[in-house]
């Protein structure tokens, strides 16, 4: 592994962009730093996810309903939604700051 994987993760985070497909090169790295944390760092992933703000519940209960799922990609695809779910909070903020000279008291 060339980066490390905080770091692939970090960079992921910075790119404020969270539409990441499966099957991309972008995806991979994501998922396989994920699975290179759960393997021999996961105390560094549960820091990750706790910094990220990845649900705990959420993440439990989708790791519970489906064993049959790679504990890499399922943890990898509620990242990338949680991303996607602070990106859209974003853009909502700012658009509700978008008020013109004339509107602000």
């Excluded at 990898?76 to 990106?87: H, N, S, V, Y």
């Amino acid at each position: 592994m060339q980066d490390s994987p905080q770091h692939i993760v970090t960079q992921f985070l910075q790119n404020n962009h969270a539409v990441v497909a499966q099957n991309t090169t972008a995806y991979e790295q994501l998922r396989n730093a994920i699975q290179y944390l759960i393997e021999t760092d996961f105390y560094a992933l549960v820091q990750l996810l706790y910094r990220i703000d990845v649900d705990e519940t959420l993440l439990r209960k989708t790791l519970h309903e489906q064993p049959e799922i790679d504990a890499a990609d399922l943890i990898t695809q509620l990242l990338i939604d949680r991303q996607a779910q602070k990106i859209a909070w974003r853009k909502n903020m700012q658009q509700q700051n978008d008020v013109s000279e004339e509107d602000k008291w």
